[in-house]
């Protein structure tokens, strides 16, 4: 018969011992393979993300100085990225201000795929894309005007269109 080894230091389980113990009397004791042990619980928490990015961030508006209807030359790109079921993006202007008066948002326009290559008024919000959870995409293409009147006297009006968002998890 064989004496049991004698183990020093720190032992994690007494499984362990009794395993070491007996399998010096009957190998078959402890056969090899896992043993069920403890559980450990993982929580994951995502939280509802939703990213805009526009490009250019600023746009100018050149006027011959009698009244009309001036465009941006440049467009400016709408990318959405997001992990939520639904989500929509809005846009609302302010107005557009100056050391000599002001332009009210009513006259400030947008065109963009939801308003069918119509000009429109920025006089409320305006949709400018919906949809699911994707990666940063481009959602929209957003164009941008204002609409003078001799009133308006010269100078430089500076104003925002102000983006939000709604989402669904």
């Known amino acids: 018969m064989r004496k049991p080894a004698l183990i020093t230091g720190l032992v994690a389980t007494s ?4 395993c070491v113990v007996a399998k010096a009397d009957n190998p078959s004791f402890c056969p090899p393979g896992p043993r069920p042990g ?10 509802p993300q939703l990213q805009i990015e526009i490009n250019p961030t600023s746009v100018e508006i050149g006027t011959t100085g ?6 941006a030359e440049t ?5 959405v990225a997001s992990n939520c079921g639904d989500w929509t993006v809005k846009c609302e202007a302010t107005p557009l201000v ?6 009210p948002p009513e006259r400030i326009l947008v065109k963009h795929d939801g308003t069918s290559g ?3 008024s920025m006089g409320g919000e ?4 919906q949809g699911h959870a994707q990666p940063p995409a481009l959602v929209n293409t957003l164009f941008v005007g204002v609409q003078t009147q001799w009133a308006d006297r010269p100078g430089r009006y500076i104003g925002q269109l102000n983006f939000s968002y ?3 998890p």
């Not at 403890?38 to 939280?47: E, G, K, N, Q, S």
């Not at 467009?75 to 990318?79: D, H, K, L, N, S």
């Open 15 to 18: 499984m362990f011992v009794l």
């Open 166 to 168: 709604l989402v669904t």
């Open 98 to 103: 100056s050391d000599v008066g002001a332009i």
């Open 66 to 71: 009698e009244p009309g209807e001036f465009h």
């Open 126 to 129: 305006q949709i400018i894309a």
């Open 38 to 47: 403890p559980t450990l619980t993982v929580i994951a928490t995502i939280r």
């Open 118 to 120: 119509a000009w429109v």
């Open 75 to 79: 467009p400016i790109a709408v990318r």
